[in-house]
């Protein structure tokens, strides 16, 4: 007789999302007048990854634009940045996507994206740094200590990926930006460019896509810039030329196609801070024991694995990273 026993990752059918929870936000824009509403269901608007069938190769994107830096991939691995499971498959990272100037759909980006040029690239340090200036980013690439690691990446809908990034660690970026010690905040701004990304002529909603960290959270070693994936130039899709990954925290802080690095001794209000500040806090911790107000944090489905498995506790970086949040009481650091 065969005996079926139960995985330690399978977790009981009531704790997956009802997907009634879970808005369209398509449906939910062509309701008139509720346009904020329709701008905070879109972090909660999950796909499902089969939608990633009939996409374009994830290089599609890339071909229009020679990168001067493309020579330098693959770089050498770290090894103490590895995942105890496999890297999810290319096509997937760079087939399901969020990137909501592309559209709201899981597979509008890898279809989009090409459309941004990323080379010449400028990105600017301001605010409260030694002496504004602006780097050209193949200069800025070619001055950072490149490396690759392995991250797990867990967005705030539930679905999540493990992908080998290349970049380098955000302590660098900020050495070389040199804030003054007035900062506290560095805040990341992404592009502007309603020509090609039509949604961004919506002006109920706050582009450019806005987040920030606090200076402790970018000089943490977890925190890093991602410049390349798999090997190679990072797709555009997934945010070339550069983005953050924050693996500890939920993917929306994870910026794409940063312009802007402010420093500044405010607490900065981001993209989903103010489309929905009730569901999307600065903070952004992952917990697992924290549902977010329309659906529960305990699971993930892990694309490509074919079924979810428990969330953990700061995504499992909380030894690297659980420091930051001992002095923080009464702030909501898991949303
Ligand atoms: N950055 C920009 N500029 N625009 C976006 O819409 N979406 C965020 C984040 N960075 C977003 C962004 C969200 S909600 C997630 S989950 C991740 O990007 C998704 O990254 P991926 O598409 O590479 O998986």
Known sequence: MLVRVKPSWEIPERE???????????????????????????????????????TPAPEAGLADAPDPTASLYPVPRNASYTVDRETTAEEIVAGYNNYYEFGVDKDDPAREAHKLPIRPWAVSFEGMVEKPFTADIDTLIKAMPLEERVYRHRCVET???????????????????????????????????????????????????????????????????????????LSKQNGAPLRLATPWKYGFKSTKGIQKFIFTNERPTTYWMALGAREYGFWANVNPQVPHPRWSQASEEVLGLGRRVPTLLYNGYGEQVASLYSGLVNERLFM
């Open 159 to 233: 679905w999540s990926f493990i992908a080998p990034w290349a970049g380098f660690p955000m302590k660098a970026l900020i050495d070389y930006a040199k804030p003054t010690s007035a900062a506290k905040y560095v805040v990341m701004k992404s592009w502007m460019k309603p020509e090609i990304a039509p949604d961004q002529a919506q002006f109920w909603v706050p582009w450019p896509y806005t987040e920030g960290l606090s200076i402790e959270e970018a000089t943490n070693d977890v925190t890093f810039m991602v410049t390349g994936a798999y090997g190679k130039p």
């Open 16 to 54: 997956i999302t009802p997907e009634r929870l879970v808005f369209n936000r398509r449906n939910v824009l062509k309701g008139a007048g509720l346009m904020t509403i329709a701008g905070v269901a879109a972090a909660c608007d999950r796909g499902s990854p089969t939608q990633t069938a009939g």
